[in-house]
Structure formats: C-alpha cells, structure tokens
C-alpha cells in the first residue's frame, strides 16, 4: 500500500461528503525560508474555514525512517510553519471555538506500520490533542486510517493519541471488525500489540 493510493482514497473521501472542498496534494509551504511538503491540504468552507493539513505514511516512508522522532519531527514542523506561510494564513475570527486546522498523522493499516507504531507507542501518544496556530485552535491526530475498502464515505481513522491508546482495551475494541487494520493486528505477536498481556 503506497501513499499515493491513501492520498486517491482521501480525495475520494473529502470529495463525497464535503461540498466543494478546496484538495491540493504536495502542497508547499514556505515561512521564511522554512520550507516544507504536506501530502494532503484540504481547505473547507462551510459553515467557517477548517483546514485540514494531513501526513500520510505508508510502509516505504516507515522503512526510510531513523524512527519516531524523524517521523513527528516532521509532523511538527509542518504544524509550526504551515500557517506561517502567508499564502496559508489563518485569520482569528471572534467567538471562534472550534479548531480552524486539523492536523492528522495517518498511518496505512499494514503489518509494517502497526509494528512501527507499536514499537513506539509512547512518543505518538505524547502528541497532544489540541494546540493553536497563532490565535486560532487547532487539533492534532496520529492514528490509523481505516475503511479503506469500503466506499469513499467509509474513510476514517482510529487515534492512537486520545482516550484509546494503542494496544488499549479501548482501541482494540475499537478496531471495526473485518477491517484491515483488524486483520492486520491480527497477525501481529500479541505481545507486540499489547505488552503487558492485560489492555488498558
């Protein structure tokens, strides 16, 4: 499974249940000199502007990575300088509650990167769930995408840094059934997915 079939799916996705919604694949960002590459920018405009800024990683973007660190250093950089570019800018707006970007980590539901993930379970739940670019809220997910056989509504995700962590009671419960991710874990050493034989 490659990123450019993840990143087909969510076009798809943001396609079907999103009216006119602004799609840019590679999108660059450059603040200052600060440059930089996100896999999926979608912009959506009703009722109010959301971004969404998303980083996709497949099995060979597993692999190339040192480890964690490499892969949320990225994530984070994107997040620190995305909005700092003037042609991504976002604007506070008064009374303003929810967030105005929602930046997802999203990993493919295969053996390489749910053993990715579990080997470093611990750093991708320190990711908080909710931040600011600015002035304006933002939210943060690292997670699984899921419902990738399914049609393009069926697209989602499981997080792997809110009340479910990963190997969690929660999250295993979580998993939808029949679903790759499912299978995937599965086949994956129980001790691996959950070390401490007991969930969370």
């Given at each position: 499974?490659?990123?450019?079939?993840?990143?087909?799916?969510?076009?798809?996705h943001?396609?079907?249940?999103?009216?006119?919604?602004?799609?840019?694949?590679?999108?660059?960002?450059?603040?200052?000199?600060?440059?930089?590459?996100?896999?999926?920018?979608?912009?959506?405009?009703?009722?109010?502007?959301?971004?969404?800024?998303?980083?996709?990683?497949?099995?060979?973007?597993?692999?190339?990575?040192?480890?964690?660190?490499?892969?949320?250093?990225?994530?984070?950089?994107?997040?620190?300088?995305?909005?700092?570019?003037?042609?991504?800018?976002?604007?506070?707006?008064?009374?303003?509650t929810?967030?105005?970007?929602?930046?997802?980590?999203?990993f493919?539901?295969?053996?390489?990167?749910?053993?990715?993930?579990?080997?470093?379970?611990?750093?991708?739940?320190?990711?908080?769930?909710?931040?600011?670019?600015?002035?304006?809220?933002?939210?943060?997910?690292?997670?699984?995408?899921?419902?990738?056989?399914?049609?393009p509504?069926?697209?989602?995700?499981?997080?792997?840094?809110?009340?479910?962590?990963?190997?969690?009671?929660?999250?295993?419960?979580?998993?939808?059934?029949?679903?790759?991710?499912?299978?995937?874990?599965?086949?994956?050493?129980?001790?691996?997915?959950?070390?401490?034989?007991?969930?969370?």
């Amino acid at each position: 499974m490659r990123e450019d079939d993840l990143a087909t799916r969510l076009v798809d996705h943001y396609d079907a249940v999103h009216d006119h919604p602004e799609i840019r694949l590679e999108e660059p960002y450059d603040a200052d000199g600060r440059r930089g590459v996100v896999d999926v920018y979608v912009r959506l405009r009703a009722p109010e502007r959301v971004d969404h800024v998303i980083e996709l990683k497949a099995d060979d973007a597993v692999r190339r990575a040192t480890g964690a660190n490499a892969v949320l250093r990225q994530f984070r950089r994107a997040e620190r300088y995305f909005h700092a570019d003037e042609g991504h800018r976002l604007r506070p707006r008064l009374g303003r509650t929810s967030p105005g970007a929602r930046f997802r980590l999203l990993f493919a539901p295969t053996p390489t990167c749910v053993h990715h993930v579990a080997t470093h379970r611990t750093l991708y739940a320190t990711v908080d769930r909710t931040g600011t670019a600015g002035d304006v809220p933002i939210d943060r997910t690292v997670g699984f995408l899921t419902g990738l056989d399914g049609g393009p509504t069926d697209l989602g995700y499981l997080s792997i840094n809110g009340d479910a962590p990963f190997g969690s009671d929660a999250f295993l419960e979580a998993v939808p059934e029949g679903s790759r991710l499912g299978d995937t874990l599965r086949r994956v050493d129980d001790d691996l997915v959950d070390p401490g034989g007991e969930g969370a």
